[in-house]
């Protein structure tokens, strides 16, 4: 895994890395506390600040870290993978576990979080949520140092990355689904610390400045319905994306604006229903797979329900959602090799089904290896986006801006004109072939100077 997205390490500052750690204040030594009551996501900005202090402006060190936090989320996956699969038996459960974390590890949708240095967020709020499920999911209930330890996970997870408030939500689908059958003492002693975390979490996020603009920006923008409407969508695309990987892109098409009496709406709103009856229904005759379709559900809810963002269609957001994905692949695996072993040697068919897991994964790998190479090369990784998701200005725009930055003015030009044609009076584009005008006039002045 650490080969196939160690293309990453080349990449400069990208994107919203420039203005979320570059040009960030808060995300300085001696702007960070200063900052501390105002700026969002606060242990996110520390380490930003921290790396600062002690590797400058150099990217290296950001995208290393980012690396090995996605190293630790994986391991956290297998660790969970392997406990869920034991817990529904079949055969082979540690390699399905395995195929599992490689799986979610090296899928292009993870090099979307690990790629960029703002993707930290997800990479570090989810290493710190799975440690904190992985430590109350044990097969004795926590003792008091545990308990402890869990309460601080579910505090510090959501000041990374918000989403992360979720955790209280999947230990309680993992009581309903695969927890033992124990004293309300003994779940109680599970349950409690995560939810005391991430509540004094939610607190210090509801206190912040900036979260409460944030709030009130998504709520001009579109009300709790609307944004539900327009999520329900997104969910539908992201696992698109998923189940694609080839789409994915830094800026992907966002989909469809449908009203709720539109045919496809109501398709997409009666199949989310239908995979949330399947999670409350099945917890007891299939609780693995409910508790596998239940994460994908929960891990989802807090960025695409009532809360609306510009771009619900984020890869991103599949970071910790698509855990579930891989679980319910890994259950399907673990389903065929208990048929492929009947009548065969044990051995005989945990080859076979290392072999046919062993292909797939070698080219999604490949897949993700390239796509993280992209990261390494601006230019390349908007031109891919605008060719994947032609119909939208900002990968056209994003693209003119690094060619010009790499004085390639007739290809810049070009990507100005076709984001102007698709928002007519977009002004930076309008200042770009501004500038692309007379740069060339200032190059033909020189060439006749003598």
Not at 72 to 91: I, P
Not at 124 to 136: E, P, R, Y
Not at 218 to 236: Q, Y
């Amino acid at each position: 895994m650490a080969v196939a997205l160690a293309p990453v390490l080349a990449a400069g500052f990208v994107w919203d890395d420039r203005a979320d750690v570059l040009a960030n204040p808060a995300a300085t030594p001696a702007g960070f506390a200063a900052a501390l009551g105002t700026t969002n996501r606060p242990l996110l900005k520390a380490t930003y600040a921290l790396q600062r202090a002690t590797t400058g402006a150099d990217p290296l060190p950001f995208h290393a870290v980012n690396l090995l936090l996605h190293l630790a989320a994986t391991a956290a996956v297998f660790a969970l993978a392997r406990r869920v699969l034991a817990a529904a038996g079949g055969a082979h459960a540690d390699l399905a576990a395995w195929g599992a974390a490689a799986l979610w590890a090296l899928h292009p949708a993870a090099a979307e979080a690990v790629a960029p240095v703002v993707g930290r967020s997800a990479l570090l709020s989810s290493a710190l949520l799975l440690a904190a499920v992985l430590l109350a999911t044990r097969a004795r209930p926590p003792g008091p140092r545990a308990m402890v330890a869990v309460g601080a996970l579910a505090f510090a997870a959501p000041l990374a990355r918000e989403t992360a408030l979720v955790a209280p939500a999947l230990l309680l689908l993992w009581q309903l689904t695969l927890g033992a059958d124990e004293p309300r003492a003994a779940a109680v002693r599970r349950q409690l610390p995560a939810l005391a975390g991430a509540s004094l979490a939610a607190l210090a996020i509801a206190l912040s400045a900036r979260h409460r603009e944030l709030l009130a920006f998504s709520l001009a923008e579109r009300a709790p319905l609307d944004a539900l409407r327009g999520n329900v969508s997104a969910v539908f695309e992201l696992a698109g994306l998923w189940a694609s990987p080839g789409r994915i892109s830094v800026d992907p098409a966002q989909g469809a604006d449908l009203p709720w009496s539109a045919p496809a709406m109501l398709a997409r709103a009666a199949a989310l229903a239908a995979v949330v009856t399947f999670a409350l229904r099945a917890r007891r005759r299939a609780p693995a797979a409910a508790f596998a379709a239940g994460w994908t559900l929960l891990a989802l809810a807090p960025s695409n329900s009532i809360v609306w963002r510009l771009d619900p269609v984020a890869p991103r957001a599949l970071y910790l959602a698509s855990i579930g994905l891989v679980l319910l692949v890994a259950l399907a695996a673990t389903r065929a090799a208990s048929a492929l072993s009947r009548g065969r040697p044990v051995r005989a068919a945990a080859a076979a089904a290392a072999l046919a897991c062993a292909l797939p994964l070698a080219a999604l790998a490949r897949s993700a290896q390239l796509r993280a190479g992209l990261w390494s090369d601006p230019a390349a990784l908007w031109a891919d986006a605008a060719a994947k998701n032609p119909a939208s200005a900002r990968p056209w725009q994003n693209l003119g801006v690094e060619l010009l930055l790499a004085d390639r003015l007739e290809p810049a030009e070009d990507a100005f004109r076709r984001a102007l044609a698709l928002a007519p009076g977009e002004a930076r584009a309008l200042c770009a072939l501004d500038s692309i005008h007379i740069r060339r006039r200032t190059l033909a002045d020189r060439e006749r100077s003598p």
